[in-house]
T-cell receptor, first 114, second 114 residues
């Protein structure tokens, strides 16, 4: 079974530039999550989708971050404009459904903002 | 949200059992106890979860105290591949329709000594 795919794996940009990350969850998984993990900390949930609808985006900085999950499959997370403090690993995860206990994580995208 | 407390780091010798503790004194009756681990440069991976009874799977065992205010993740025979950050997380799926976010703390960094 293929796992959660993310791209790119690494990205370096300058502050005030824009960047987008892509995630392809495990086939058939209805719930998709985006996490931000700053060095030395645990992952922090940014947004959770159930199919193509948002169920929790309370920790998403909406002035600069946006995310979508068209057709309830792939998802993109965008930062515009980026700040230095956005340097982190962005993790995508999926689960079979919202009540399912196990989340499957992708390898993450390491973002460096200079 | 009910919170968990874990030691920042632990050491274990290879091929010996490891007991990773987690305190959750404010746990509610419907909180599930989850454990994830994160190997270096990878996304977190699910290890085990439980509610009241002890649980075993191919990766580990979860021992839950009778009052549920603490739990212990047991790796029966540590290998070098088990060196990772281990996260203990509480998740109330029953009362939130499965939408309660997974909140990661800093976790316990396990070092396995050859």
């Amino acid at each position: 079974e293929a796992g959660v795919a993310q791209s790119p794996r690494y990205k370096i940009i300058e502050k005030r530039q824009s960047v987008a990350f892509w995630c392809n969850p495990i086939s058939g998984h209805a719930t998709l999550y985006w996490y931000q993990q700053i060095l030395g900390q645990g992952p922090k949930l940014l947004i959770q989708f159930q199919n193509n609808g948002v169920v929790d985006d309370s920790q998403l900085p909406k002035d600069r971050f946006s995310a979508e999950r068209l057709k309830g499959v792939d998802s993109t997370l965008k930062i515009q404009p980026a700040k230095l403090e956005d340097s982190a690993v962005y993790l995508c995860a999926s689960s079979l459904d919202r009540g399912h206990n196990e989340q499957f994580f992708g390898p993450g995208t390491r973002l460096t903002v200079l | 949200d009910a919170k968990t407390t874990q030691p920042n780091s632990m050491e274990s010798n290879e091929e010996e059992p490891v007991h990773l503790p987690c305190n959750h004194s404010t746990i509610s009756g419907t909180d599930y106890i989850h454990w994830y681990r994160q190997l270096p440069s990878q996304g977190p991976e699910y290890v085990i979860h439980g509610l009241t009874s002890n649980v075993n799977n191919r990766m580990a065992s979860l021992a839950i105290a009778e009052d549920r205010k603490s739990s212990t993740l047991i790796l029966h025979r540590a290998t070098l591949r088990d060196a990772a950050v281990y996260y203990c997380i509480l998740r109330d799926l029953m009362n939130s329709g499965g939408y309660q976010k997974v909140t990661f703390g800093i976790g316990t960094k396990l070092q396995v000594i050859p």
